[in-house]
DNA sequence: ACAGGGTGTGTTATCGGTAACATGATCGCG
DNA sequence: CGCGATCATGTTACCGATAACACACCCTGT
């Protein structure tokens, strides 16, 4: 089978060395403009195309950032993601991401799988990681930033927000309208390290007012709308004995509006509900959910900052609070 | 600086020559057990880390498989990535994934860019591109995979359905339930391919029916929620002319129906309310939107089941339609 | 006229693994 | 007891690009 095309046949095909060439395609120092023309026209010509394992190879420099999410299917981590790549889209950098699915035992598998391909620097996801993970890591010269948390004790840089801090926000907000009788909606414990800090804030909160708070499991992280809405719904009207629900997310919100909906339970008359992230649903459903604005898109671009400025050898770690605010809607 | 730890430094640790510790760690060929754990151990004990790019280099199998996806920030795309990832977890491949942003100049651009990565498989997501892409991709001799759509030209294989035919069914159900004034919600013309596709089934199995149908654009691709929501809003209590709004998405619909709400308008007795693509909004919400179940999920699975038969030397093209069913719901 | 400095190009070695082949030791069996 | 087979390991070359150095040539100024 034909192999494929190498500098080798362009510079056969021209009658220069692969040196030549290598200089010519990549434009960055001198070659005459007669042989850089005659060059380019025969790659285009035989069809070569550029072998980046090869140079990654040879230059030890991979061009990958590598990057971990707990998931994709989430609006939040994917604006990240969005924020984060068109950021770096001037970079000849290139994100190979993947998903732990909230899991660390995954995101230390996945890690060391990334690690093989000699990313030039890593972004995770957390501030919780396995003992593993965090030594991985560490052993690598090469910038690491953790996002969506401020960690306790963070490998490098971190851009992120105290997921305690926002939902104490929820529920100080809750209590000054009067609410009493509150509930938290989430995952089981065990998965999602945010969303444990989220309800540890909101518990938190709730007892620096004198007030218990219950928490309802909605099921595995990731948990969602339906999760939320079926555990709404097998309560049945029951769930009126609270006057709050605070839901660790706003899908989560959204499913326990819509179950309450079903019901014909007056959200906010009889019920409060809340929501985290400011996805697009908590802002377009009827009535608004109220939420907290953490920014997903701004992550992204934050790190996107602190990224460039560590390429250009800036390495004093940076740790960007990137804040989160309250934004009320009609559901409270 | 110190160096990275190779299969040098670990042979020169434990005496024995480079191929030994290849063997050893990839425990395929015979090594015998005593020196197989000494090199496992001394491995660990130097941190040594496996360099993908030399071997990928080297054996010019990159362990890649590329994918290219319109958007992340959409569930049901996230949805086929994880179909895919969870079937892809157990080969050691690795994907490699870029978003198109809905533009098949981007999409050209990311071709090139995750081509230079030597990958071992190629899915691209819909049968749209432009002819340098076709050529692109056509020059390479691995396999090819376009999902979310049949493609005219097919370029390899194809995992998807016909988004004419399944929009089609809406319309079908719309018209036997006597609706007669419809109107069509997508992105403006020029972006997002299957958009465009499915306004043209709409457009025509209306036309089928002797009817004619409005199409309002709610902005560029991608069209949201909110950017639907808006379009309602301004139009106001004139939407009411229509009998029926036949949105090109789930969220598309979700952002019409709020805005209904707002408006006071009654859904579906006095409009009628379409989605598509069964995201969990449409399920979760009250009342359900009646959508197009295109199995995103499966979609996922399907195309791994045809990578791995490709892998396995089964390079006869496969056309696979999974079809789409009509999830009738509540707003219609 | 000649030193000094660009400018354009070539040569060599190399990044870290692994395929292919080679080698020495051990073993089983007629 | 000898010979081929099997096992465990070593040697060599190489994947494609590029850093580092080398070199020939042409200027330009004094």
């Known amino acids: 089978m034909p192999m494929r095309v190498t500098m080798r046949d362009v510079a056969a095909a021209v009658g220069v060395s692969t040196m030549t060439v290598s200089r010519a395609l990549r434009d960055d120092v001198a070659v005459s403009a007669e042989t850089r023309q005659k060059i380019r026209t025969t790659a285009d010509a035989l069809g070569y195309t550029y072998d980046s394992t090869a140079t990654a190879f040879r230059t030890q420099k991979s061009g990958f950032v590598a990057m971990t999410l707990p998931s994709l299917n989430n609006a939040n981590f994917a604006e990240t ?141 990731p948990v969602s709308m339906r999760h939320s809405a079926a555990l709404v719904a097998s309560m049945g009207r029951d769930v009126a004995a609270f006057d709050a629900l605070v839901c660790v997310s706003d899908p989560v919100a959204f499913g326990a509006l819509s179950a309450c909906r079903r019901l014909g339970l007056d959200v906010p008359g009889t019920l409060a509900i809340t929501g985290f992230g400011r996805f697009e649903v908590a802002t377009v459903c009827e009535p608004a959910i109220t939420t907290v604005d953490v920014c997903a898109r701004q992550i992204g671009e934050r790190v996107a900052d602190v990224l460039m400025a560590a390429f250009e050898g800036d390495i004093a770690p940076q740790h960007i609070d990137i804040g989160a605010t309250l934004t009320p809607g009609g559901t409270s």
Chains 1, 2 share one sequence.
């Not at 598998?109 to 890593?122: C, I, S």
């Open 81 to 221: 993601y969005r924020g984060l790549s068109g950021a770096m889209e001037g970079s000849e950098m290139q994100l190979l991401v993947g998903a732990t699915n909230y899991r660390v035992a995954k995101e230390e598998a996945l890690v060391r799988q990334l690690l093989t391909r000699n990313p030039e620097a890593l972004i995770l996801t957390g501030g919780h990681h396995t003992a593993a993970t965090r030594a991985l890591v560490s052993a690598r010269r090469v910038p690491v930033i953790e996002m969506w948390d401020l960690p306790a004790r963070p490998l490098g840089h971190a851009v992120g927000f105290s997921n305690a801090a926002a939902m104490a926000l929820v529920v100080e907000h809750l209590v000054a309208t009067g609410r009493r009788r509150l509930a938290f909606i989430g995952a089981a414990a065990g998965g999602d390290q945010r969303g444990a800090e989220r309800r540890e804030g909101a518990l938190a909160a709730a007892a620096a007012h004198g007030l218990t708070m219950t928490v309802l499991e909605a099921g595995e992280a």
